[in-house]
């Protein structure tokens, strides 16, 4: 008579925890699905209509040409500043010229005073006119 208690306690026991298993599934997949499906739903017409998608596209695109405009700016003001540089330099360099061979025909030949750029490398030469 022993035994068949614990028969019957151990298969209660496996039905209570079967019944406790499949009915927290049940309550947890039925409650997930349908929520986890309007949320696709809700996804799918927020991201998929084409308004918001060429809106979208719009921003990312503007975004873009906003960063490369203000790159060249700032590459364009470096040149500048450089540009400024090296003409101050080069006029500093020709007062000295001027002041340490004042009266001599070289002098007359560094008046004229050209500044080449290459843009890619930013590379400045002079050229002297003889």
């Known amino acids: 008579m022993v035994s068949g208690i ?25 409650y997930r699905m349908p929520s986890h499906e309007k949320e696709v739903i809700r ?48 006029e500093a360099e020709v007062d000295r010229l001027k002041k340490k061979s004042h009266g001599t025909d070289y002098v007359n030949a560094i008046d004229i005073i050209f500044v080449t750029s290459i843009s890619t490398q930013q590379t400045y030469q002079i050229h002297q006119i003889y």
Do not use: P, W
Request: positive net charge.
């Open 43 to 90: 996804l799918r017409s927020e991201i998929f209509t084409l308004e918001n998608m060429r809106a979208r596209l719009y921003d990312m695109l503007n975004k873009k040409a906003a960063k490369n405009y203000e790159q060249i700016i700032k590459e364009n003001l470096e040149e500048k500043r450089k540009l400024k540089r090296t003409i101050e330099e080069l």
């Open 6 to 30: 614990k028969r019957h306690r151990l298969s209660a026991t496996r039905l209570f925890f079967a019944i406790v298993v499949l009915g927290s599934l049940a309550v947890f997949c039925g």
